[in-house]
């Protein structure tokens, strides 16, 4: 039995849909063979419709009354045209134009008490940025039944319990194994595909949530884990994960192999190909991930599990960068052996809930820095100033500062681990290319090395550590082990 995911792209358009059928189709062919058959699909929104339904929440907050209007008919035209090439049967037809037309007019009625208000709560926006696979998942369930196959379009509010965390909701894991059993298996005896909406929960209460942008990895992989499916794959719009984003470094080349290990580490500083928290529910029941190319699908794309294949002693996997970060620095030479005030700066940081995603503190400590994200930076500098306001007073510490335009350019691989040199390298790439680091950090993973750099030098860092590396060569044929 496998979950397969199909992303935002490979439900973009009816062609994307077409062919989403042609290998959900191949997948139910070869799964019935097995000891343990059955396919789960789950769906992102159709690619750019999530972006529009936050627009126009947004936008209803500011006192814009229409905007959301034009939204509605572009949204029911944009899945219209798919049903109107894809599904030749006029009363299933039918019935999916009620249903998006069912959503549409809760959009209106969501954006309408929002601009009167004037104002979107973190919940309000839960419930309008789900309704985007709300409507791909009904609409990808009669394309697939008018491909032969039988399905039931399913409401992951009805399996996914989560906490009311809104925007970036974590889910209960027993009530969603249990609901995700009790709904699903029956469907998967009878021969049902299941297909899931991605990216949404609610709560135990039927709150709509939703698990953070790019979410539906993750919904698979909860799904997956949940039904302890023999593999969870991610079908999007690349060769599985790639050396480094393939629009930033042209010649980045696809990985035969990864751990969960690595991938955690790529998603968490910005590899967008998977959302940070998808492998974790993949790890604890060791259920492979692989990632596939639904526009190339004989592609065998990347396969991730507990312990990739051994690699070179030394070996770099691959690049990735995260963006709008902020440079926090805390200074001062009266910090110098004074107790706790590390102690002090994280639990303040932690007190406005900030995420910190790097650090690092000079030996003479006379300064902590930390990187956090740049919506989070007032908030944590303003924290900080009350923390240490005495300290400030006496001048143990002269400054508390923020510097915007931050990114985190971070090294990642398994194989780094004790090997001397590899930093040297980074760096030597790096400093060949003019490029100032601001800060830097080696995770006690030792998996990971982190370069803080500005906005410009991103890209360049990118592609002059990807060179130094040769990670456009596969492993086997490198002249020197990176
Ligand atoms: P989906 O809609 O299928 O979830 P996403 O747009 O969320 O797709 O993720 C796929 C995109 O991730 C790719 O098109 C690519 O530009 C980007 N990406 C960033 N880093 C990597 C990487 N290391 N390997 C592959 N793709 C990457
Ligand atoms: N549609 C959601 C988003 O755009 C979730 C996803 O695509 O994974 O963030
Ligand atoms: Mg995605």
Redesign the pocket.
């Known amino acids: 039995m496998i979950v397969m995911k199909f992303?935002?792209?490979?439900v973009g358009n009816a062609d994307a849909f077409a062919q989403v059928a042609q290998i959900v189709k191949a997948a139910v062919a070869r799964e019935a063979v097995t000891d343990k058959p059955g396919v789960v699909v789950v769906t992102?929104a159709m690619?750019g419709v999530t972006n529009m339904l936050i627009e126009a929440a947004e936008r209803a907050a500011r006192g814009d009354e229409s905007f959301h209007q034009a939204q509605q008919d572009s949204l029911l035209l944009k899945h219209q045209v798919v049903a109107g090439r894809l599904v030749e049967d006029g009363s299933e037809r039918a019935a999916l134009t009620r249903i998006f037309e069912q959503r549409l007019a809760e959009f209106d009625r969501l954006c309408s008490s929002i601009a009167v208000l004037g104002e979107l709560t973190a919940r309000g926006l839960d419930v309008v940025s789900g309704l985007g696979e709300r409507m791909a998942a009904p609409l990808l369930a009669t394309v697939l039944r008018a491909n032969g196959l039988r399905t039931e379009a399913i409401d992951a509010t009805e399996l996914i319990v989560t906490d009311n965390a809104f925007g970036n909701a974590a889910p209960i894991t027993d009530l969603t194994e249990e609901r995700c059993r009790e709904r699903l298996l029956p469907l998967l005896q009878s021969g049902v595909v299941p297909v899931v909406t991605g990216f949404i929960g609610a709560t135990v209460d039927g709150v709509p949530t939703t698990l953070g942008r790019?979410g539906?990895?993750y919904s698979a992989a909860i799904i997956g884990a949940a039904l302890h499916a023999d593999e969870i794959q991610i079908?999007?719009?690349?060769n599985?994960?790639?050396?480094?984003?393939?629009?930033i470094v042209p010649n980045?080349r696809s990985l035969k192999q990864l751990s969960y290990e690595e991938v955690a580490e790529?998603a968490y500083y910005g590899?967008?190909?998977l959302h940070p928290k998808t492998v974790t529910p993949a790890i604890e029941k060791k259920i492979p991930v692989r990632v596939l190319n639904t526009f190339e699908p004989s592609h065998p794309g990347t396969l991730i599990v507990e312990k990739a294949q051994a690699e070179a002693r030394g070996t770099v996997k691959?690049i990735?960068a995260i963006r709008n970060m902020n440079l926090i620095t805390i200074a001062g030479r009266g910090m110098m052996g004074v107790p706790g005030i590390a102690a002090r700066t994280f639990g303040a940081v932690a007190r406005v809930g900030a995420n910190v995603l790097m650090i690092s503190q000079s030996s003479s400590e006379q300064s902590i820095c930390f990187v956090v994200p740049e919506s989070s930076a007032g908030e944590v500098i303003a924290a900080l100033r009350s923390e240490f306001q005495r300290e400030l007073e006496r001048h143990y510490i002269d400054d508390i500062h923020g510097m915007a335009h931050i990114n985190i350019v971070a090294v990642v691989g398994s194989g780094m681990r004790g090997t001397p040199g590899l930093a040297a390298r980074v760096f030597t790439a790096v400093a060949q290319a003019g490029i100032n680091v601001i800060a830097i950090a080696q995770g006690s993973s030792e998996a990971n090395i982190s370069l803080v750099v500005i906005d410009a030098d991103v890209t360049p860092a990118l592609r002059a550590i990807h060179d130094i590396f040769e990670l456009h060569i596969p492993t086997e044929v490198r002249t020197h082990k990176a």
């Open positions: 992303g935002g792209t490979s992102s690619s790019g539906s990895d079908w999007t719009d690349v599985g994960v790639m050396t480094a984003d393939p629009r980045a790529l590899a967008k190909v691959a990735t």
